[in-house]
């Protein structure tokens, strides 16, 4: 369970993020970038070759401290029972240290919370960096079947960082809107 003092210290180390300045590239689904997704330590599941059939791919970083976190993976999970054959999802921890020392204990609790059909993943900066610069969670980034970036939500940027969350409505419009 979140702390309130957590809380209240991640909330206030916001501001702080988002004067990083972000990355402006746009993240392709490369080689490098698959061989990276594979290589990280699970927490559960794989990420393996299947992930990455032809579909589009959404990759999305959490931390357990973060309530907006647990909110989109909430979507995700009901995205995934109406639709779950339309995308391939990544879920990947992130920032876990941010406000104190990790946490193994919570990050399970929270693995838990997670749909099982998404694999869960400890990100590392190799990945944050090929995704343009995650400096935030919660953070989306969607593929579509080519490996080319359509869509990314939070991560950084000094207007989204903290606030926003995908939503299954808009996950849908997303996925919906590549056919």
Not at 136 to 150: L, N, R
Not at 161 to 171: H, P, Q
């Amino acid at each position: 369970m979140l702390r309130r003092r957590d809380f209240i210290l991640s909330t206030l180390a916001l501001p702080l993020l988002a004067a990083r300045p972000a990355l402006a590239q746009q993240a392709s689904l490369d080689e490098g970038l698959r061989n990276n997704l594979k290589s990280l330590q699970s927490l559960r599941g794989t990420v393996d070759d299947s992930a990455f059939d032809g579909r589009p791919v959404l990759v999305t970083f959490f931390a357990s401290w973060c309530p907006p976190c647990r909110q989109e993976m909430a979507e995700l999970a009901s995205y995934i029972e109406e639709n779950g054959e339309n995308v391939s999802m990544i879920a990947v921890n992130w920032m876990e240290g941010f406000v104190g020392r990790p946490n193994p204990r919570a990050v399970k609790r929270f693995v838990g919370f997670i749909h099982p059909a998404i694999p869960a993943v400890v990100g590392d900066d190799e990945l944050g960096d090929r995704l343009g610069g995650i400096s935030a969670v919660p953070a989306v980034v969607i593929f579509d079947g080519q490996g080319k970036q359509i869509f990314r939500l939070g991560g950084g940027s000094q207007a989204d960082i903290g606030r926003f969350f995908i939503t299954e409505r808009r996950l849908t419009a997303i996925i919906n809107g590549l056919s």
